[in-house]
């Protein structure tokens, strides 16, 4: 099992980047399949984007599509979200999540999901 730990969040003006980190510990980390999801206050917990074990494949949610980046590094056991062009509606708390699958279904689904960080705060002010 890893462990997983977000860094990145902050207040950011709306137009502005920011990039998020999530560090796995152990040394099983290329075996998870890896996501992002978010949750603001008063709503259920969201779909950001996903990547296959190897960074192949990614997958985003239409609302950050074109915007963010989702990339992961095995060799330093770290996956990555670059968030540009924020808007004031992807204020949230940002939550990394891995799945130990051998398959890609139901990606956006956060039930899927068995590892999860304790989240990272962005605000992005309008």
């Known amino acids: 099992q890893v462990q997983l730990v977000e860094s990145g969040g902050g207040l950011v003006q709306a137009g502005g980047s920011l990039r998020l980190s999530c560090a796995a510990s152990?040394?099983?980390?290329?075996?998870?399949?890896m996501g992002w999801f978010r949750q603001a206050p008063g709503k259920e917990r969201e779909f950001v984007a996903a990547?296959?074990?190897?960074?192949?494949?990614?997958y985003y949610a239409d609302s950050v599509k074109g915007r963010f980046t989702i990339s992961r590094d095995n060799a330093k056991n770290t996956v990555y979200l670059q968030m540009n062009t924020l808007k004031p509606e992807d204020t949230a708390v940002y939550y990394c999540?891995?799945?130990?699958?051998?398959?890609?279904?139901?990606?956006?689904?956060?039930?899927?999901?068995?590892?999860w960080g304790q989240g990272t705060q962005v605000t992005v002010s309008s």
């Open positions: 999540a891995g799945r130990k699958t051998t398959t890609m279904d139901n990606y956006y689904l956060a039930d899927g999901y068995t590892n």
């Open positions: 152990g040394r099983t980390f290329s075996t998870y399949f």
């Open positions: 990547i296959s074990w190897s960074g192949g494949s990614t």
